[in-house]
């Protein structure tokens, strides 16, 4: 079952966000690990004890089961240090305002429906890290922790900086699903093989070439659908985001033939520089 509709998605990814694949992936792996999905934590796949966390914050989505996670940080730190992550310390006083900011972003991206129900299927935890440069976002994710994703939010709640975290959001929860994606069907035949990425300008894994492009594809396209904004900022910012995406995918064009690739692998790279 699993199997075929990954397949199946494989051949035909659009639109990127299908409901029924992101249930499925979700299912089949809480399934194989036998996790229950509100009992859902980033410890648990770490093998830590969930007693160890400061709190469990509820976002302000009951439906979805997002949580914010504030974990006490002397729990984490091999995991923190081996990942590179510099976690947000928060005061109780603190954590309303940040879920306020998350919120804000997780409605950017409700403006696209099918989008959002996919995203929640995907995404069950979120950490925040600290942002040094309040230019740069910043955001991660583990195959090992395969419903969390960590994020940096900005210091003000403007709609470009919700527009900035929801893109963050969306980047980190497609890794998550193409990591369930490749655990079905394999993507790379050859794990040692470098390609040029275009956006960490550098040689790169065939593996981590094949995720940027898919990520990079998705928020291209969530972009692309979203409604005109009424804010020319927004509009610039948007626009910028779309025009720069296009060119970054189009620069490496060729990556579809790459003998790296399976031959499911080369069909779907193939698809997603269809634009």
């Not at 914050?57 to 439906?63: P, S």
């Not at 997002?66 to 510099?86: D, K, N, Q, R, W």
């Not at 709609?159 to 069907?185: C, D, F, G, W």
């Amino acid at each position: 079952m699993i199997f075929s509709i990954v397949e199946r998605y494989l051949h035909n990814p659009f639109p990127l966000w299908q409901s029924e694949l992101s249930d499925s992936l979700a299912q089949n792996k809480l399934l194989a690990s036998g996790i229950i999905k509100q009992d859902y934590s980033t410890n648990l796949f770490l093998n830590l004890p969930t007693e160890n966390y400061i709190g469990v914050n509820k976002l302000q989505i009951a439906e979805s089961g997002l949580v914010l996670e504030i974990p006490a940080t002397e729990t984490l730190p091999f995991f923190y240090e081996e990942c590179g992550l510099s976690i947000k310390s928060l005061s109780k006083d603190q954590i309303t305002g940040e879920i306020v900011k998350i919120n804000a972003a997780l409605t950017q991206i409700a403006e696209v429906p099918f989008i959002s129900a996919s995203l929640h299927s995907i995404v069950l935890a979120i950490q925040l890290l600290n942002q040094e440069d309040e230019d740069i976002d910043c955001s991660y994710s583990h195959p090992n922790v395969p419903f969390t994703i960590f994020v940096s939010t900005c210091s003000d709640l403007s709609k470009l900086s919700s527009l900035r975290v929801a893109e963050s959001i969306l980047h980190e929860s497609m890794h998550l699903q193409l990591t369930l994606i490749e655990n079905v069907i394999p993507l790379v035949r050859d794990s040692e093989a470098q390609f040029y990425s275009p956006w960490r300008n550098e040689m790169r894994p065939v593996g981590g070439v094949i995720h940027g492009l898919y990520v990079f594809r998705a928020i291209h396209a969530f972009y692309k659908e979203l409604p005109l904004q009424d804010d020319l900022i927004l509009q610039s910012f948007i626009q910028k985001r779309i025009t720069d995406i296009e060119s970054e995918i189009n620069s490496i064009s060729s990556f579809a033939t790459n003998l790296a690739l399976t031959d499911a692998g080369k069909t779907f790279a193939a698809r997603l520089f269809e634009f």
